[in-house]
């Protein structure tokens, strides 16, 4: 069956960093765009960043531009977020996405891995 499992969660102080992971398994994993997006309490889960494969190409959500970077490794069926200079609004559960690039209704999503920001 398809997974995607998300790691590397947990407390961090602001303006610190966090690598976040997420394995997947079940589906071919270069055939997907990966994402990560994210939801505070009380809030709507909001996009973060997206890697497509081929060519490697990102894009980010604005809060975040300049300080996370999204990365693939195709031969571990893993991607990752590298999250720097964290602050207390980055606080939120992430959740891994795949999306189809052939059929864009084959969507996939992780249970999420908490991340808190706090001193």
């Known amino acids: 069956q398809v997974q995607l499992v998300e790691s590397g969660g947990g407390l961090v102080q602001p303006g610190g960093s966090l690598r976040l992971s997420c394995a997947a398994s079940g589906f071919t994993f270069s055939h997907y765009a990966m994402s990560w997006y994210r939801q505070a309490p009380g809030k709507e889960r909001e996009f973060v960043a997206v890697?497509?494969?081929?060519?490697?190409?990102?894009n980010y959500a604005k809060a975040v531009k300049g300080r996370f970077t999204i990365s693939r490794d195709n031969a571990k069926n893993t991607v990752y977020l590298q999250m720097n200079s964290l602050k207390p609004e980055d606080a939120a559960v992430y959740y891994c996405?795949?999306?189809?690039?052939?059929?864009?209704?084959?969507?996939?999503w992780g249970q999420g891995t908490q991340v808190t920001v706090s001193s």
């Open positions: 890697i497509y494969n081929t060519d490697r190409s990102t």
């Open positions: 996405n795949a999306k189809g690039l052939i059929n864009w209704s084959l969507e996939y």
